[in-house]
């Protein structure tokens, strides 16, 4: 994350999904979006409930908060055992950007593309920084944007370059 971010720029919208031992490390990941995006482009941020109060601490030290989606994850429960939780929902938290109409919930994780949509215009440039297995990536390149991404586990990235290839595949039939 450290690298791609430090060296890239103009990006329209940074949108990831860190993992969930990333907490420390979002702080940065503000710091770094904010001269890695354009002077109006968003950091989209999927995250948990739990570590919200220190996620947007560190955050917003950073960059300005915008808007937060529900993003319902149907009949799979997200258990947070150290708040006696069981949650249908996950926040995606959005930074910076322009006041633009904003939809903020979604069904399910595989509505990424209706948010991509809404925050982005064709042939944007969009950054994962926490590639994974590639659903933001595949997205993109279904909806026409240009993806870069990165991330420290290596059959992660070959998963995620399988699917943005089928999500390529896909778009060009």
């Known amino acids: 994350m450290e690298a791609l971010l430090a060296k890239i720029r ?12 990333a907490v420390p490390r979002f702080g940065e990941l503000a710091r770094l979006a904010k001269t890695a995006l354009k002077p109006d482009g968003i950091l989209c941020v999927i995250c948990r409930q739990n570590h919200l109060p220190q996620i947007m601490d560190g955050m917003t030290k950073h960059i300005s908060y915008r808007w937060m989606i529900a993003c319902l994850t149907g009949a799979q429960t997200v258990q947070v055992w150290n708040r006696k939780a069981n949650s ?86």
Do not use: Y
Not at 128 to 145: E, S
């Open 10 to 21: 103009n990006v329209d919208c940074i949108m990831t999904e860190p993992p969930n031992d």
């Open 88 to 173: 249908f929902w996950k926040p995606i938290v959005i930074f910076g950007g322009q006041p633009r109409k904003w939809i903020d919930v979604l069904r399910r994780e595989s509505d990424f593309d209706r948010l991509i949509e809404h925050l982005t215009e064709r042939d944007a440039l969009v950054c994962d920084p926490f590639l994974g297995a590639g659903d933001i990536a595949a997205a993109c390149v279904r909806l026409t944007r240009r993806v870069v991404g990165c991330d420290t586990d290596a059959d992660m990235v070959k998963t995620a370059k399988s699917r943005v290839a089928l999500a390529l595949a896909e778009r060009v039939q």
